[in-house]
Protein backbone atom coordinates (compact mmCIF):
# COMPACT_ATOMS: atom_id res chain seq x y z
CA UNK A 1 0.00 0.00 0.00
CA UNK A 2 1.81 3.37 -0.98
CA UNK A 3 1.14 6.52 0.80
CA UNK A 4 -1.06 7.25 3.47
CA UNK A 5 -3.84 9.11 0.85
CA UNK A 6 -5.53 10.29 4.16
CA UNK A 7 -5.90 7.11 5.81
CA UNK A 8 -7.13 7.58 9.41
CA UNK A 9 -7.46 5.38 12.30
CA UNK A 10 -10.48 5.25 14.35
CA UNK A 11 -11.32 4.08 17.72
CA UNK A 12 -14.72 3.94 18.88
CA UNK A 13 -16.10 2.83 22.07
CA UNK A 14 -12.75 0.43 22.52
CA UNK A 15 -13.13 -1.99 25.57
CA UNK A 16 -10.88 -5.02 26.34
CA UNK A 17 -11.33 -6.87 29.80
CA UNK A 18 -8.77 -9.71 30.42
CA UNK A 19 -10.41 -12.52 32.29
CA UNK A 20 -7.90 -13.42 35.23
CA UNK A 21 -9.84 -16.46 36.95
CA UNK A 22 -12.13 -16.72 39.22
CA UNK A 23 -14.94 -14.36 37.23
CA UNK A 24 -12.53 -11.77 38.06
CA UNK A 25 -11.06 -9.23 34.54
CA UNK A 26 -9.29 -6.76 34.42
CA UNK A 27 -10.82 -3.81 32.83
CA UNK A 28 -7.37 -2.80 30.30
CA UNK A 29 -9.83 -0.34 28.04
CA UNK A 30 -12.78 1.17 28.92
CA UNK A 31 -14.59 3.39 26.20
CA UNK A 32 -11.99 4.42 24.39
CA UNK A 33 -12.65 6.70 21.11
CA UNK A 34 -9.45 8.32 19.04
CA UNK A 35 -9.10 9.88 15.97
CA UNK A 36 -5.43 10.00 14.25
CA UNK A 37 -4.68 11.73 11.51
CA UNK A 38 -1.82 11.89 8.49
CA UNK A 39 0.07 15.12 8.96
CA UNK A 40 0.59 14.94 13.33
CA UNK A 41 1.42 12.17 15.49
CA UNK A 42 -0.79 10.89 18.40
CA UNK A 43 0.86 10.12 21.54
CA UNK A 44 -0.33 8.35 24.10
CA UNK A 45 0.59 8.82 27.69
CA UNK A 46 -0.83 7.72 31.32
CA UNK A 47 1.21 5.99 34.59
CA UNK A 48 2.04 2.41 34.89
CA UNK A 49 -0.70 -0.18 33.37
CA UNK A 50 -3.44 3.04 32.98
CA UNK A 51 -3.71 0.98 29.53
CA UNK A 52 -1.52 2.35 26.88
CA UNK A 53 0.02 -1.00 25.25
CA UNK A 54 -3.79 -2.59 24.87
CA UNK A 55 -4.53 0.50 23.05
CA UNK A 56 -1.44 0.05 21.10
CA UNK A 57 -2.57 -3.56 20.85
CA UNK A 58 -6.08 -3.41 19.66
CA UNK A 59 -4.37 -1.50 16.75
CA UNK A 60 -2.09 -4.32 15.65
CA UNK A 61 -3.82 -7.30 16.79
CA UNK A 62 -1.65 -8.31 19.60
CA UNK A 63 -4.06 -8.52 22.59
CA UNK A 64 -3.30 -11.78 24.39
CA UNK A 65 -5.99 -14.18 22.84
CA UNK A 66 -8.37 -14.55 25.37
CA UNK A 67 -9.28 -10.97 25.74
CA UNK A 68 -12.41 -9.87 25.55
CA UNK A 69 -12.76 -6.69 23.22
CA UNK A 70 -15.44 -4.74 21.90
CA UNK A 71 -16.23 -1.64 19.92
CA UNK A 72 -14.38 -0.65 16.72
CA UNK A 73 -11.29 0.08 15.50
CA UNK A 74 -10.91 1.34 12.14
CA UNK A 75 -8.05 1.95 9.46
CA UNK A 76 -7.97 2.64 5.61
CA UNK A 77 -11.12 0.39 4.86
CA UNK A 78 -10.49 -2.20 7.30
CA UNK A 79 -11.95 -3.09 10.94
CA UNK A 80 -10.84 -5.08 13.39
CA UNK A 81 -10.62 -8.06 13.62
CA UNK A 82 -9.88 -8.38 9.37
CA UNK A 83 -7.38 -5.16 9.82
CA UNK A 84 -5.29 -7.80 12.29
CA UNK A 85 -5.03 -9.83 9.64
CA UNK A 86 -2.85 -7.03 7.85
CA UNK A 87 -0.27 -6.20 10.69
CA UNK A 88 2.80 -5.31 8.31
CA UNK A 89 1.19 -3.88 5.37
CA UNK A 90 -1.52 -1.58 6.90
CA UNK A 91 -0.37 -1.56 10.47
CA UNK A 92 3.36 -1.46 11.12
CA UNK A 93 4.26 -2.27 14.72
CA UNK A 94 7.38 -0.86 16.08
CA UNK A 95 8.72 -3.11 19.62
CA UNK A 96 9.43 -1.74 22.49
CA UNK A 97 12.56 -3.30 22.51
CA UNK A 98 14.28 -3.56 19.03
CA UNK A 99 16.42 -6.69 19.90
CA UNK A 100 12.70 -8.76 19.51
CA UNK A 101 12.52 -7.91 15.98
CA UNK A 102 15.89 -8.83 14.71
CA UNK A 103 18.13 -12.25 15.51
CA UNK A 104 21.12 -11.56 16.48
CA UNK A 105 23.11 -13.98 14.21
CA UNK A 106 22.36 -12.29 10.43
CA UNK A 107 23.39 -9.07 9.50
CA UNK A 108 20.91 -6.20 9.54
CA UNK A 109 20.72 -5.73 5.53
CA UNK A 110 19.68 -9.10 4.87
CA UNK A 111 16.91 -8.99 7.99
CA UNK A 112 15.47 -5.98 6.03
CA UNK A 113 15.74 -7.14 2.50
CA UNK A 114 14.01 -9.99 3.63
CA UNK A 115 11.10 -8.52 5.78
CA UNK A 116 10.91 -5.72 2.63
CA UNK A 117 10.15 -9.30 0.44
CA UNK A 118 7.53 -11.16 2.37
CA UNK A 119 5.34 -7.99 3.16
CA UNK A 120 5.46 -6.79 -0.50
CA UNK A 121 7.15 -3.40 0.12
CA UNK A 122 8.35 -0.58 -2.28
CA UNK A 123 11.43 0.17 -0.85
CA UNK A 124 14.34 -1.42 -0.10
CA UNK A 125 16.52 -1.99 2.83
CA UNK A 126 19.21 1.25 1.76
CA UNK A 127 15.84 3.41 1.04
CA UNK A 128 13.98 2.23 4.35
CA UNK A 129 17.51 3.30 6.51
CA UNK A 130 17.22 6.74 4.56
CA UNK A 131 14.20 7.17 6.09
CA UNK A 132 14.91 6.72 9.76
CA UNK A 133 17.78 8.58 8.97
CA UNK A 134 20.90 5.74 9.57
CA UNK A 135 23.47 5.35 7.88
CA UNK A 136 23.39 2.46 4.71
CA UNK A 137 26.65 1.27 6.16
CA UNK A 138 23.89 -0.30 9.07
CA UNK A 139 23.22 -2.33 6.86
CA UNK A 140 26.24 -4.94 6.76
CA UNK A 141 26.26 -4.97 10.69
CA UNK A 142 25.00 -7.28 13.05
CA UNK A 143 22.20 -5.65 15.66
CA UNK A 144 24.01 -6.09 18.12
CA UNK A 145 27.24 -3.96 16.71
CA UNK A 146 24.82 -0.90 16.45
CA UNK A 147 24.02 1.26 19.62
CA UNK A 148 20.71 0.75 21.42
CA UNK A 149 19.43 4.39 19.63
CA UNK A 150 20.56 2.73 15.99
CA UNK A 151 19.16 -0.05 16.86
CA UNK A 152 15.84 1.17 17.54
CA UNK A 153 15.95 3.13 14.38
CA UNK A 154 16.18 -0.10 12.12
CA UNK A 155 13.13 -1.54 14.39
CA UNK A 156 11.41 1.52 12.93
CA UNK A 157 12.73 1.01 9.40
CA UNK A 158 11.48 -2.48 9.50
CA UNK A 159 8.28 -1.40 10.90
CA UNK A 160 8.09 0.68 7.57
CA UNK A 161 8.88 -2.18 5.58
CA UNK A 162 5.40 -2.79 3.73
CA UNK A 163 5.23 0.83 3.32
CA UNK A 164 2.21 0.77 6.27
CA UNK A 165 0.22 3.79 6.44
CA UNK A 166 -0.42 3.25 10.16
CA UNK A 167 2.51 3.19 12.35
CA UNK A 168 2.03 1.70 16.35
CA UNK A 169 4.76 2.13 18.24
CA UNK A 170 4.54 1.34 21.89
CA UNK A 171 7.09 2.28 24.45
CA UNK A 172 9.99 2.51 21.24
CA UNK A 173 12.14 5.16 23.92
CA UNK A 174 11.91 2.88 26.80
CA UNK A 175 15.69 1.91 26.43
CA UNK A 176 17.48 5.26 25.36
CA UNK A 177 18.46 8.02 27.00
CA UNK A 178 16.90 11.41 27.20
CA UNK A 179 19.00 12.33 24.13
CA UNK A 180 18.38 9.59 21.98
CA UNK A 181 14.73 9.27 23.45
CA UNK A 182 13.81 12.63 21.74
CA UNK A 183 15.45 12.01 18.66
CA UNK A 184 13.23 8.66 18.26
CA UNK A 185 10.04 10.91 18.96
CA UNK A 186 10.94 13.32 16.52
CA UNK A 187 11.62 10.96 13.68
CA UNK A 188 8.19 9.52 14.53
CA UNK A 189 7.06 12.62 14.38
CA UNK A 190 8.78 13.40 11.17
CA UNK A 191 7.13 10.35 9.85
CA UNK A 192 3.78 11.12 10.89
CA UNK A 193 3.83 13.95 7.84
CA UNK A 194 2.20 10.92 5.68
CA UNK A 195 0.76 8.27 7.77
CA UNK A 196 -0.70 7.90 10.98
CA UNK A 197 1.44 7.61 13.82
CA UNK A 198 0.28 6.29 17.35
CA UNK A 199 2.74 6.02 20.18
CA UNK A 200 2.20 4.54 23.79
CA UNK A 201 5.38 6.40 25.74
CA UNK A 202 5.71 7.13 29.83
CA UNK A 203 8.21 9.74 28.28
CA UNK A 204 5.90 13.05 28.99
CA UNK A 205 9.45 15.07 28.71
CA UNK A 206 10.78 13.06 25.39
CA UNK A 207 7.12 14.69 23.90
CA UNK A 208 6.93 17.96 25.38
CA UNK A 209 10.52 18.57 24.11
CA UNK A 210 10.35 16.52 20.60
CA UNK A 211 6.92 17.16 19.79
CA UNK A 212 5.09 19.85 21.28
CA UNK A 213 2.42 20.23 17.93
CA UNK A 214 1.62 16.29 18.02
CA UNK A 215 -1.71 15.31 19.29
CA UNK A 216 -1.57 13.78 23.14
CA UNK A 217 -3.85 11.64 24.64
CA UNK A 218 -3.54 11.29 28.69
CA UNK A 219 -4.50 7.47 29.36
CA UNK A 220 -6.04 6.72 33.31
CA UNK A 221 -7.19 3.82 34.45
CA UNK A 222 -8.00 2.27 31.23
CA UNK A 223 -9.95 5.27 30.39
CA UNK A 224 -8.27 8.84 28.41
CA UNK A 225 -8.84 11.42 30.51
CA UNK A 226 -8.38 14.15 28.07
CA UNK A 227 -7.01 14.47 24.35
CA UNK A 228 -5.46 17.93 22.69
CA UNK A 229 -2.07 19.37 21.44
CA UNK A 230 0.64 17.92 23.50
CA UNK A 231 1.89 21.51 24.04
CA UNK A 232 -1.40 22.96 24.93
CA UNK A 233 -1.63 20.09 27.52
CA UNK A 234 1.85 20.66 29.06
CA UNK A 235 1.05 24.29 29.50
CA UNK A 236 -2.78 23.63 30.86
CA UNK A 237 -3.93 20.68 31.71
CA UNK A 238 -7.89 20.37 31.86
CA UNK A 239 -8.33 16.57 33.62
CA UNK A 240 -6.55 16.55 36.91
CA UNK A 241 -5.30 12.84 37.08
CA UNK A 242 -3.27 15.45 33.78
CA UNK A 243 -2.35 18.22 36.19
CA UNK A 244 -1.42 15.30 38.95
CA UNK A 245 0.46 13.48 36.56
CA UNK A 246 2.88 16.53 35.13
CA UNK A 247 3.39 17.75 39.42
CA UNK A 248 5.06 14.16 39.25
CA UNK A 249 7.56 14.58 36.89
CA UNK A 250 10.81 15.21 38.14
CA UNK A 251 11.28 18.51 36.60
CA UNK A 252 8.00 19.24 38.32
CA UNK A 253 8.74 18.62 41.73
CA UNK A 254 8.21 15.11 41.82
CA UNK A 255 4.70 15.27 43.94
CA UNK A 256 3.78 12.19 44.29
CA UNK A 257 -0.15 11.77 43.34
CA UNK A 258 -2.76 12.92 45.70
CA UNK A 259 -5.09 9.89 44.92
CA UNK A 260 -4.61 6.06 44.75
CA UNK A 261 -4.36 4.50 41.39
CA UNK A 262 -6.60 1.60 41.12
CA UNK A 263 -5.41 -2.05 39.69
CA UNK A 264 -7.44 -1.96 36.86
CA UNK A 265 -9.56 -5.79 38.59
CA UNK A 266 -13.70 -5.15 38.10
CA UNK A 267 -13.55 -1.84 37.92
CA UNK A 268 -16.56 0.08 39.00
CA UNK A 269 -18.52 1.53 35.73
CA UNK A 270 -18.37 4.94 37.51
CA UNK A 271 -14.60 4.86 38.96
CA UNK A 272 -13.06 8.47 38.11
CA UNK A 273 -10.00 9.77 39.55
CA UNK A 274 -10.07 11.17 42.33
CA UNK A 275 -13.68 10.58 42.81
N1 LIG B 1 -2.11 -10.64 29.67
C1 LIG B 1 -2.63 -9.94 30.68
N2 LIG B 1 -3.29 -10.58 31.68
C2 LIG B 1 -3.85 -9.89 32.71
N3 LIG B 1 -3.77 -8.55 32.83
C3 LIG B 1 -3.13 -7.86 31.87
C4 LIG B 1 -2.52 -8.51 30.75
N4 LIG B 1 -1.95 -7.57 29.96
C5 LIG B 1 -2.19 -6.38 30.57
N5 LIG B 1 -2.89 -6.56 31.70
C6 LIG B 1 -3.36 -5.53 32.62
O1 LIG B 1 -4.09 -4.57 31.84
C7 LIG B 1 -3.90 -3.29 32.39
C8 LIG B 1 -3.40 -2.35 31.30
O2 LIG B 1 -2.08 -2.78 30.97
P1 LIG B 1 -1.20 -2.09 29.86
O3 LIG B 1 0.02 -2.93 29.70
O4 LIG B 1 -2.04 -1.82 28.67
O5 LIG B 1 -0.85 -0.70 30.56
P2 LIG B 1 0.35 0.31 30.22
O6 LIG B 1 -0.23 1.66 30.44
O7 LIG B 1 0.92 -0.01 28.90
O8 LIG B 1 1.38 -0.03 31.36
P3 LIG B 1 2.99 0.04 31.32
O9 LIG B 1 3.34 1.47 31.11
O10 LIG B 1 3.36 -0.45 32.69
O11 LIG B 1 3.42 -0.87 30.22
C9 LIG B 1 -2.93 -3.44 33.56
O12 LIG B 1 -3.69 -3.53 34.75
C10 LIG B 1 -2.24 -4.75 33.28
O13 LIG B 1 -1.82 -5.36 34.48
Redesign the pocket.
Known sequence: MSGADRVTLELKAVQVR?P?GAGRE?H?LTDVDLLAIPGKPHFVV?G????????CSVVSGLL?SHARFAGTVSAAGFAVPELWRHRGRVVGVVPQSAMTCFTPVRRLGGQLAETVRYLGGERGPAELLDLVGLDPSALTKYPLELSGGMLQLAAIAAALAGDPPVVVAD?PTSALDRGRSEDVVRLLAKLAADRVVLV?T?DLAAVRSGAPDADLSV?FA?RIVETGRAGDIFTAPRADYTRDLLAALPENGLHPLPHPVP??IDLPADYRYGG
Do not use: N
Open positions: IIVAGSGSGKSTLPEAHMSDL
